[in-house]
């Protein structure tokens, strides 16, 4: 079985033309928001029933 040889590869050249080629594609990527905040009010008082979740259970109304 022969072996091909290959000229030694430079570590640190590949890595920083890795890191350019993933700045360049983030560049190019487009901007979009990751967040979004609703800063419409709220509604004081509604009219749905509160309704326990899953997990733990709510206080009763006695300790609270």
Excluded: F, N, W, Y
């Amino acid at each position: 079985m022969e072996h091909q040889h290959t000229a030694p590869v430079d570590k640190r050249a590949a890595a920083r033309g890795l890191a350019a080629a993933g700045e360049e594609a983030l560049a190019e990527a487009p901007q979009m928001p990751i967040a979004h905040r609703d800063d419409s009010p709220l509604p004081l008082v509604g009219t749905t029933p509160p309704v326990a979740q899953p997990g733990r259970p709510p206080m009763s109304q006695r300790a609270t």
